[in-house]
């Protein structure tokens, strides 16, 4: 795991007040880091175009285009000038050892974006859009510095942004680069050292990154003499739509747990491996509910077999249009892993939060309405559905950046919550469930040979069965 930060203003005073380093120093740091990602991927003299702006995120280009100069071809876009002591020093001395400027955007082979950094603000103006979208129109493959120009301090697009091939972010990696909203601007993300190592620079943070490294399948190894009772038994309801309860229990049955159950309204095609029952069976350690509830079973059935249970418990989807199931929440001494896709979460918000919220609101802030509701419910497990879901639990957050446009299908979140209740029928606390379930549940995504349109629910079931060869 890795740490983010919202902003990295308190560890670069560090820098200058306890390691005695300048903001020159930090600069050639900087740029150092970007040279070197264009020198592993470019042979030298290539051209280079970079557009800089009036301040320090314009300077690291500026002495970027400096460090290039002789190996490659760079030549600095200046739109706005240049206007912080820095941008004018880092161009007095690019001037120095040759660099060109143009006054115009022309085709390079690689082309950054170091118009502005982290600090931005405030919506693109019309001119630096219309700047941004020239740059994206260019063939060449792009760099942005710290961060895209166009997302602002959360990583919301404003509305224009920069759609970079790779980002260099400096220091520390920052939570906005981790907004949904970003992921279709950042491209590959790498974070580069600003004199002295990470583990110097960075202080302590309530959020992390995962990684493919975090993820620890379930062994049996260390339980030889177990049998199928040893490995627990996941209870899950099966309503409405009934392919969305098979689809969970068969993702659990696949994911370890001994038993798998499902409980049925009405009979059902169930798969072979599955069993059926129309109560939770007497043995169950976990249950899972919500996937295509709908309205199928009545509430003295779930308040006796659901609300009033001690069992971990998943719950997802139409569970969330249920204020009854929610009362669960409130429970203080169960192990409880709420999976909302952001509408969903609109709908958990309003009923217990008594506030109304939209999706986009949700998207914008997901950061911090998983803090708001983590420091409500530090008990209760979150995890926020989306292209980077978070799980927040006891006021710390993790962010799994590791899924694919493959997941972006009916089904997906059903496989979820069946590893979840998986991992929960066999002992796992309930934020190690949902750790390890978002994981595999990207992993096994990635492990698929298809085109993204065509992976199936199935597909990421029969997938992992491969986790334990990361």
């Known amino acids: 795991m890795q740490r983010l930060y919202r902003n990295c203003y308190a560890m670069d005073r560090k820098c200058y007040e306890e390691y005695g380093l300048t903001e020159d120093l930090l600069m050639e740091h900087a740029a150092e ?13 290539a051209s280079v175009l970079i557009a800089a702006g009036p301040g320090n995120n314009g300077a690291d280009g500026i002495t970027l285009a400096r460090l290039l100069q002789g190996s490659f071809s760079p030549r600095l876009f200046l739109p706005l000038g240049v206007k912080s002591p820095m941008a004018k020093l880092q161009l007095e001395r690019a001037r120095k050892v040759g660099v060109p400027t143009v006054e115009e955007i022309e085709e390079a082979e690689i082309v950054v974006d170091a118009l502005f950094g982290a600090g931005l603000s405030r919506p693109l103006s019309e001119e630096i859009a219309g700047i941004v979208e020239s740059l994206d129109a260019l063939e060449g493959f792009k760099l942005a510095c710290d961060i895209p120009t166009g997302l602002d301090e959360s990583g919301w697009p404003s509305p224009t942004a920069f759609r970079a091939d790779l980002t260099v972010t400096m220091g520390a990696l920052k939570e906005a680069l981790y907004l949904d909203a970003a992921k279709e601007y950042v491209g590959e993300i790498r974070c580069v050292d600003l004199g002295v190592e990470r583990m110097l620079y960075e202080e302590e943070s309530s959020v992390r990154l995962l ?41 659990a049955a696949r994911f370890g747990a001994g038993l798998t159950t499902l409980v049925i309204h009405e009979q059902v095609r169930a798969p072979t491996f599955l069993m059926t029952a129309t109560t939770v069976p007497p043995k169950a350690t976990a249950l899972a509910i919500g996937m295509g509830l709908g309205d199928y079973f009545e509430s003295e059935l779930l308040e006796k077999e659901v609300v009033d249970s001690p069992l971990p418990i998943v719950l997802d989807a139409d569970a969330f249009n249920k204020p009854e199931l929610l009362q669960i929440l409130h429970q203080q001494n169960r192990k409880i892993v709420v999976t909302p896709h952001p509408a969903e979460f609109t709908r958990l918000w309003r009923i217990l939060m008594k506030e109304e919220l939209d999706v986009e609101t949700v998207q914008r802030d997901r950061f911090g309405l998983a803090r708001r509701f983590s420091a409500r419910f530090p008990h209760v497990v ?43 029928a066999q002992g796992y606390e309930a934020l190690d469930a949902a750790i390890q379930g978002s994981l595999a549940l990207a992993l096994a995504a990635r492990h698929y040979k298809g085109a993204d349109y065509s992976m199936l629910p199935t597909d990421l079931i029969d997938n992992l069965k491969y986790l334990n060869e990361e």
């Open 211 to 251: 990684e493919a490294a975090d993820f620890l399948p379930p062994l049996r190894s260390d339980r030889p003499a177990g049998h199928k009772g040893t490995f627990g038994h996941a209870a899950v309801f099966c309503g409405e739509k009934e392919g969305a309860g098979i689809i969970a229990a068969s993702a």
């Open 382 to 424: 979150l995890l926020l559905k989306g292209a980077n879901p978070i799980i927040a639990h006891l006021g710390e957050l993790f962010v799994n950046p590791l899924g694919t446009p493959a997941l972006a299908k009916g089904g997906s979140g059903d496989v979820l919550s069946g590893l979840i209740a998986a991992l929960l």
């Open 33 to 45: 880091g970007m040279a070197r990602a264009i020198r592993e991927r470019f042979a030298a003299g």
